[in-house]
């Protein structure tokens, strides 16, 4: 009877043994196979997260209407370069700039506002282009013969003087003057709170589009803004900022 008893006993012991490593073994196993969150942020290419960088230099291409900006002290793994046709500018006070303050970018979600030095100079590039007949399809289109470059610098000189309150110192787009060679170009063609209501000013002001509103009406109207086989592209001079 004892012998059974004890059988009885242990046969009940070393189930309820196995019962509970089951229950352990199946809870670690769903602890592992749980799915991982994949609600990630993504980075936009090509650009760096939000802040203030020292600009250390700027090009502005009339073919696209892009800003190329070059800056300093952007985090590890960001890119130094900064490309937007949305940018906002103005100018540095008197106070910032007796304080040290250098022309910087500041990025705020998809917005970037360039505040700048009244003698910084942004490189100019301009697209000289020509409608010319398609060898292999016959049709017009819009082709880039070269490129050329100057100096654009919007707050230089007496400009400060002439603006009314504190216009220049209050982001606002701002669309250069008519592209010319030899010599800085200064001032600007119009400005506004919006890039169109810039465009419109610069319209009114030449009788004509801003070079970039142009070239962007070609692209559509062509289906095709490429380079001639014969383009060339000028000789590029540096300038001290």
């Not at 696209?64 to 900006?69: H, K, L, M, S, V």
Request: aromatic share 8%; charged share 15%; net charge positive.
């Amino acid at each position: 009877m004892k012998r059974r008893l004890i059988a009885l006993l242990m046969t009940l012991t070393l189930s309820w043994t196995m019962v509970a490593c089951g229950s352990s073994n199946q809870t670690s196993y769903s602890n592992q196979n749980r799915p991982v969150s994949q609600n990630r942020p993504v980075s936009a290419p090509n650009q760096v997260s939000e802040g203030s960088y020292p600009v250390q230099q700027a090009e502005y291409n009339d073919g696209d209407g892009t800003y190329t900006i070059m800056l300093l002290n952007t985090p590890p793994g960001k890119p130094p370069t900064y490309r937007t046709a949305k940018l906002q500018m103005a100018r540095l006070t008197e106070e910032q700039i007796a304080n040290g303050e250098k022309t910087t970018l500041e990025v705020k979600g998809d917005e970037a506002v360039m505040y700048l030095t009244e003698d910084f100079k942004i490189e100019y590039v301009h697209s000289v282009t020509e409608t010319q007949t398609n060898p292999q399809t016959g049709q017009p289109e819009t082709v880039i013969v070269r490129r050329e470059s100057n100096f654009w610098s919007p707050f230089a000189g007496a400009l400060a003087g002439q603006a009314i309150g504190s216009m220049l110192f209050s982001p606002r787009y701002y669309v250069p003057p008519m592209y010319q060679s030899g010599g800085i170009m200064t001032g600007y063609g119009g400005y506004g709170n919006t890039y169109t209501q810039a465009a419109q000013q610069y319209q009114r002001k030449y009788n004509e589009p801003p070079a970039a509103v142009k070239n962007r009406q070609k692209l559509r109207t062509s289906g095709n803004l490429r380079k001639s086989p014969s383009s060339t592209t000028s000789n590029r001079t540096t300038s001290p900022k």
